[in-house]
């Protein structure tokens, strides 16, 4: 399909809808709000949900073909922050710390994102690998480690209490569900999946609309300070996640990731966290401005990359390995 | 039983920093604490916080001594980089040793 | 069908029976309470739904046969709120606040009135149009906007601040819901909405039981209100609908409805709204008893409509269109 | 089946998995947290979920067969809190009142332990009368009544306000939505039942698992009280059920209930109520110490039961009636 | 207008317990309660509500006398076995009327 | 650093009012302000918040001068028709400018 075709059919899922009316929402100063304890309830389910499904995809495929595409991405979480943070420092001229919060975002992963990407590639009829979860696992923590070393090093944030920071980063609630999920499915197989695939597998789409609902409006509040960031953050929260949705896409090729699964890993590398990330910097980095690293990955990444990123991996993953 | 007088601090702070500042409090010597939840804004800008829609509010009933170490550490260690506040008034209780020591 | 059969169909409705355990918990004092986020949490779902199956409708349905209908609900927010004014002030010799409050909330809607005559048709296996949710979205706020102008005009609410009124009443979340969904299911159509159908189509009447469960429960509470209300209240309360339920079923008959489509027109038209129009009330005309809309609204009219209304504008529909 | 072989079919199902996520989270001390208002919408859906799912069977099944399990289960209702009682205090050497909470804890019944062995007797194949909803309704409430008795008699608590406890159990949330549950669809029937199954049916045992991670992560808050406990309430914690758990099946197999329904009446025996029990308890014997019984109720018999209580009790069924 | 005193009651209570302070309350003299939802620890060790996950914080203008009363009331009656905790201090408001009676 | 001293103003108002107090506050000088959700009830009959089961409490912190002109607005403009009422206490801060102006 033409790229223009791929654009269109995203454009007009249900979700991407949904995250646009969000935005209106917030824009017209609607009193629609979301409660909070819906929103933490919907992640939850989101993140135990990938996981269990990617844990039954485990239980039933060989992992030889797993531990390339593993190295791959653990190999993206390694370079990516290094070269988000030497962009962020040389070109962009930011303090260490908000070149540091910059890398740890982009490095580590969406999986809001990600589901999104399944979800495309399903519509458009593209299957991928099962054990995909296992690498937003993999990718999710170790960009972060880096990025909060590299400002260590740097010597720019003395005021941080990164063990602490580490500590919470491993047994972070998404890192927590993600591989705890992938083991109960694991352990349970297909038969005890099926047991609650009604509300894990059927649900998810649905519950998926409603999180990106809400997702709009806090990306559309967070449009009021696009004008105070500049022009710097704004070219680099949409041309950091293409580069790296590039290399995604290529590691995961000569990986001998599938068309589907190479776009996935292309998806993951281009987005940026704002569950794990944000916790963690604003905890070991917080001279860092939240206002700069949440507005690049919330108010502008997240959106390019449901809009228009994940049509386009898609579109370079055929071009990289063809369909 | 008659009344005695304790301080009582009250600290609104982004949701994030809840086990640092507890842990703070416990070295500082209170005996407990009390946590709401709240939204808010003030003169700093947006904070990681923010978009997860929760500060705390934390109140602790200290003695005086306390009170003044609480609000010290919290000016030192918290208002340079985070979105915290602070602030302490008399109240009276019944067996203040409960919280005084 | 005779009406007592219908009554009786109704009535053994889990929905119809959830609202009576709501009201049950409330009378014996039971610590039964649903949390605040859940009842949130709902109200944004069955509006959302309502609006995505009505846009999916729509995508598939010419709409020729949509004007007429949609003039047809207009003049009854038109009409209604007129009527009901001049009523309260006439013959219930009410305050000008407190009549126009009354006049806002019945000339407008309620949405979940709506979702159980959608239900109750179903069971009964009478098929209406699919824009019905389109005229829901339209009869919300003229009848509000109205009742608030003729407060206005006869110089009973200097103390209010009608425009802020009137702005949060276009961006209310039930329009914004209403309207978006409906947005969101015309442009993804049957095929983007199967992807969602499991939590917005097959879940509905199971949340909408969830939801009168809690509905009861606040009924029940303006129970304790109905003596300090007094007889015209009351008698205002249950005439008051079944006259404009008789003016919704005939206008829809006029406007071309299908027998479903009038029915359903008629429980409009009867139905008093208890999310837009207590809203904007408050804050235009805070003079206004809420002790006496509320009690009116959701004790007396909601229970009404929920328990014989439907079966009754049902039977008057067969009446004046001939099953 | 051996019962290893059971053993390991129960560990391996998503729900006991998630329960031991749970505990994980907890001791690993994770940031996850579930929202209070979701634990508490679970546990308002469970119950009610569990009851119409009753009252549906019932509507169909012929009562004939009922009496003589409803005799059964209110004998054991009061047997069972004497015996917990006396053994508390003999043996145990607990001051009245902490004796007198133990045994309205193991005398009542865990509603989600029940829930739990329907859906293990559903992945073993083993079927169970319709009505044992019914039999959590009456075995709930009297042997807390008993215990309070036991400890008005003995003289242990003129501190408490046994009257409103009284009152507050038998308007208890869980009876409420237990037997309005059931009510609802004994009236509604299957036709009505049909149309909120999705919700109620088929999300069940999702919502089920969702309910267990968060319990796992309560009954992991009570594991650091275990060493102060001691060593009588650990064995009271794990041999109480067993032997409750054997009556149960005992008294079931003499009422002429099925395989399954005996199973079902041992592990209602065997298990200890956290909802009804603690409630009341803290308001009728506040002198009585909460680490105490939440702890044996909550952090040692609810892990025990759900992970080898379901099969042990099945097996007691098959040698008592004989599969 | 100008302003008069009263005293503001703040009770911290776990959650069971909602009912019957509220009666005492009124009883007292209350003319009126504010409830917000808190979690917290003391010096006691987990109650009831603790894995419930609530306790209440009940706040009360009243009159000075009614202030004393409730302490009073609670010291008596409550701190024995329950966890709670409360504290007065004074407010200043319009129309002490509503709360002094 | 010490202490200085500055008005906490509270403000009990149901929901439907957040929008117009927290604008108000921000004309009458306000640097911020804290919310937190609460129920409660007095000698008003019921209030539209009521049944969506929510008021809220606004808390800010406020040199005297704007303490008094913010519970004259509120006495002047909501008392009348509005489920509201105010209070205003003494509180110690550190910084007391970032409150104060
Ligand atoms: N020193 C304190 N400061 C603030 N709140 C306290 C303090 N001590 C106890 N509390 C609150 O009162 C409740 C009961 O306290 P306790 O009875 O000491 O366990 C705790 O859960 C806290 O919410
Ligand atoms: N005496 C009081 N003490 C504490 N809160 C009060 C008091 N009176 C009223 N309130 C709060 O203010 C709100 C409105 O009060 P009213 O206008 O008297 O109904 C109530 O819902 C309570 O939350
Ligand atoms: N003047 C104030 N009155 C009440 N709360 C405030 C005030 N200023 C700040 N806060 C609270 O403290 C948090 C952090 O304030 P700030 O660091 O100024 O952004 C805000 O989110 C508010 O909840
Ligand atoms: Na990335
Ligand atoms: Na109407
Ligand atoms: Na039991």
Known sequence: MAIVELVQINLLSPMVLAFALGIVATLVHSDLKLPDELYTTLSIYLLLAIGL???????????AAFWAPAIATLALGLIIPVIAYTVAR?????????????????????????????TFLDTVGVRYEGFMPALVAILEVPAIVIALLIAQMAGGQQDGDWREALRELVTSKSILLLVGGMI?????????????????????????????????MVAARR??????????????????????????????????????????????????????????VRIALPQANPGFYLTAALGITFPF??????????????????? | MELTTVKLVTIIAEAVLEERILHDLRQLGARGYTIGEVRGSGTRGIHASEWEGKNLRIETLVGPEVAEQILQHLANNYFPYFAVIAYATDVQVMRGTKFRG
Do not use: C
């Open chain 1, 53 to 63: 499904k990617g844990g039954i995809a485990l239980s039933q495929t060989s992992l």
């Open chain 1, 223 to 280: 449009f009021r300070d696009l004008p105070s960031a500049g022009w710097f953050l704004l070219g680099f929260a949409i041309m950091m996640p293409v580069f790296n949705g590039f290399l995604g896409v290529w590691f995961g090729s000569m990986a001998g990731l599938s068309l589907g699964g190479s776009t996935i890993l292309g998806v993951l590398a281009a987005s940026a966290s704002y569950i794990a990330a944000p916790a963690a």
């Open chain 1, 305 to 323: 990359n449901l809009a228009l990123g994940l049509p386009l991996y898609y579109t370079l993953a055929t071009w990289i390995i063809g369909s």
């Open chain 1, 90 to 118: 040389r070109l962009g001229r930011l303090s260490i710390a908000d070149a540091a919060a910059l890398a740890a975002h982009y490095g580590s992963v969406s999986a809001v994102t990600f589901a999104a990407s399944q």
């Open chain 1, 184 to 216: 109960i499915g694991w352990l349970a197989g297909p038969h005890g999946g099926k047991e609650v695939a009604p509300l894990f597998v059927d649900l998810f789409k649905g519950a998926l609309t409603f999180f990106l609902l809400e997702l709009g």
